[in-house]
């Protein structure tokens, strides 16, 4: 395939050489004479002097042709015309999806895991942590797709280290109340388990101790749209539907695990039993409805899902994506 490619950009390139010297050539003997020079150039195996030239020239030339199947250049060894990033959102799986996600594809730079080292440490068990310092100093150069949990001001601040490339950034969504109370589990660092106070005298106090749930919620901003395409995906279909649908665009391993290990989070098993939202149904759409109102993160999920902006993973919206 990818030969086949390559001998259709040779050959289109000598075809378009050869158009540009007929207005020099008046003489019929000179331009038949150039056309046989060019046919056994081309025949007697100087292909790849025609693919290194398509490479330059015709690339630009003959984009759309050569990309009428969008795997062409991926499957040669390029990169996707664009470049895509995770925005690791606190509490989504992100730093499983990071670590299953170097695993599979190349050029994976992320803060939990490189896909060049991927295999090397630990053999794709566990996550290699990098501060975003260190994938500074690495560069992103050779990226093909950027996992980060940084604040949100991160990627706009990188747009120049990133060259100014066309971005598209992968948000995930998960259940805002789901996502809060397990947020309110977390158990690391700085952040200790909290509770939500169902009894709570007044909405100031229980709102109160909704936000003291709350982690690193700074990294979606409504700004990123400004600069990106920002999309949207389900959360749940992470380790599923969202790594089949980067297929489409991300170049796979030659090697890439049976079995992929999920970073065991930092929560300890939840009982729901102990969670009283649950049993408010007042609560749990009064809470709902402020966190959509008072964080952009859900406000984006919840405008976001369910429109063309969602990445649904269906082979008919693969086929369309760009």
């Known amino acids: 395939f990818c030969q086949n490619t390559g001998k259709v950009a040779a050959h289109k390139y ?33 292909v790849e002097i025609g693919i290194e030239i398509g490479q330059i020239d015709v690339k630009e030339q003959f984009r759309r042709q050569l990309r009428g199947d969008r795997r062409n250049m991926i499957e040669c060894g390029g990169h996707p015309q664009k470049l895509y990033g995770h925005v690791h959102v606190a509490k989504t799986g992100g730093s499983s999806l990071n670590n299953q996600m170097a695993l599979t594809f190349e050029r994976v730079c992320g803060h939990k895991n490189y896909s060049y080292e991927a295999f090397r440490k630990g053999n794709g068990k566990g996550v290699h942590l990098k501060v975003p310092n260190e994938m500074d100093q690495i560069g992103y150069e050779d990226c093909d797709y950027i996992s980060q949990e940084a604040r949100a001001e991160w990627w706009i601040d990188h747009k120049e280290k990133f060259h100014n490339m066309e971005m598209e950034l992968h948000v995930p969504c998960r259940d805002s109340i789901d996502h809060l109370l397990s947020m309110c589990h ?44 920002v999309k949207c995906f389900d959360f749940k279909e992470s380790f599923t539907g969202y790594v089949e649908y980067m ?76």
């Open 247 to 322: 297929k489409n665009f991300l170049e796979e391993r030659r090697f890439i695990p049976d079995q992929f290990e999920h970073i065991e989070s930092a929560n300890s098993h939840r009982n729901k039993d102990t969670e009283c939202i649950w049993d408010r149904p007042d609560l749990l759409e009064k809470t709902r409805k402020w966190l959509i109102q008072q964080n952009p993160y859900y406000e984006f999920c919840d405008k976001c899902m369910g429109t063309n902006n969602e990445l649904s993973f269906t082979s008919d919206n693969a086929a369309q994506s760009s």
């Open 14 to 46: 000598y075809l378009y050489l050869f158009s540009t010297m007929i207005p020099f050539q008046q003489n019929p003997k000179a331009i038949l004479v150039t056309g046989i020079l060019l046919a056994t150039l081309y025949s007697i195996g100087l």
């Open 186 to 229: 977390f158990d690391r660092g700085v952040y200790k388990p909290s509770t939500l106070k169902c009894d709570a005298e007044t909405e100031e106090e229980y709102f109160d101790s909704v936000k003291e749930c709350f982690v690193a919620m700074n990294r979606y901003d409504d700004k990123l749209e400004q600069h990106f395409s």
